[in-house]
């Protein structure tokens, strides 16, 4: 059973940048692609971004692409969302989520779907005024 716990959400104004923070416990970090997702009020929970085992493939929505930049550190168990240039749009719960990933599609697949992630955060509040 993994645990995941985001940090660093915040109020920030349109244009400027947070870095969120996800520490994973309880399992062995390497084995598991990570995701971040984020939900706005009154809309369905989307895909942002995800990276895979060593941090060699990377995934982002168009929404974000080009702004926002996931990375990870094994030897710390967590995984980074940095966030620049952020607009009001950008305003939700981010949530950081785990897929076990042990075998060989490890090296080349990350999911975007919510669906192929088997552990949840509980979520860190981003906030963007315009």
């Known amino acids: 059973q993994v645990q995941l716990v985001e940090s660093g959400g915040g109020l920030v104004q349109a244009g400027g940048s947070l870095r969120l923070s996800c520490a994973a416990s309880g399992g062995t970090f390497s084995n598991y692609a990570m995701g971040w997702f984020r939900q706005a009020p009154g809309k369905e929970r989307e895909f942002v971004a995800a990276?895979?085992?060593?941090?060699?493939?990377?995934a982002y929505a168009d929404s974000v692409k080009g702004r926002f930049t996931i990375s990870r550190d094994n030897a710390k168990n967590t995984v980074y969302l940095q966030m620049s240039s952020l607009k009001p749009e950008d305003t939700a719960v981010y949530f950081c989520a785990a897929d076990y990933r042990p075998g060989t599609t490890r090296y080349w697949y990350i999911g975007q779907d919510r669906s192929e992630y088997d552990y949840w955060g509980q979520g860190t509040q981003v906030t963007v005024s315009s």
């Open positions: 990276i895979n085992w060593s941090g060699s493939v990377t």
